[in-house]
């Protein structure tokens, strides 16, 4: 079965600090990834995407994510974190031969920056 | 821009009854996609419309259904209420179908049945 995976469920950090959320995957052919944050009584954002290329990938607010092909991961970094960072962060996971969306969600990692 | 809008924000249902929650994307977006958000099985998608027909659909039982349209307007319906239906329902839209475009998601309608 195709999955997506967050293996921590809250990720603590200090202000300033670089920050690393963690997502793998398991999904046939080459899918394209995701990161999208939840605010608080707040839909998805979306904060970046990988198609193709560069396995670096550079999103908003200052965020990237470095995808690893051989490891099947997909992680979202930040070199210093701020407070106002603090959230829920979803890794998500499009097959491309579905012709659609079908977008596959991981469990959510809740981010948080201490000041 | 406006963004994503979803109505009602909060719904209660009893068990047994059924539910309509609306959709409106962003304008000019043509592909409208359903979400139920839960703290047990987290995001899974219900369907997607595009140009008022249905292209994708998750793994949901035929209570759940949708239909988008002609002004890209979706609307998701949810016959005999069970418990395990309450959730948030997240509506996203995208200008066109399917990844790799980026969905827009609005702020959700929270279903809780009683």
């Known amino acids: 079965a195709q999955s997506v995976a967050q293996p921590e469920d809250q990720v603590n950090v200090a202000e300033g600090n670089p920050l690393t959320v963690k997502c793998t995957y398991s999904?046939?052919?080459?899918?394209?990834l995701f990161w999208y944050v939840q605010y608080p009584n707040r839909g998805l954002q979306f904060l970046l995407k990988y198609i193709t290329g560069d396995n670096l990938v550079k999103g908003s607010y200052g965020f990237e994510a470095e995808f690893n092909k051989s490891q099947t991961s997909f992680h979202l970094k930040k070199p210093s974190a701020l407070v106002s960072d603090s959230a829920l962060y979803f890794c998500a996971v499009s097959p491309r031969d579905t012709g659609g969306f079908k977008t596959i969600f991981g469990a959510g990692t809740r981010l948080f920056v201490k000041a | 821009k406006a963004g994503v809008t979803q109505t009602p924000r909060y719904l209660i249902k009893t068990r047994g009854q059924q539910v309509t929650l609306s959709c409106s994307p962003i304008s000019g977006h043509r592909s409208v996609s359903w979400y139920q958000q839960t703290p047990g099985q987290g995001l899974q998608f219900l369907f997607e419309y595009f140009s008022e027909t249905q292209r994708n659909k998750g793994n949901f039982p035929g209570r759940f259904s949708g239909r988008q349209f002609s002004n890209s307007r979706s609307e998701m319906n949810v016959s005999t209420l069970e418990l395990g239906d309450s959730a948030l329902y997240l509506c996203a839209s995208s200008l066109l179908a399917g990844a790799p475009n980026e969905q827009f998601f609005g702020p959700g309608t929270r279903l809780t049945v009683l």
């Open positions: 999904v046939s052919g080459n899918p394209y």
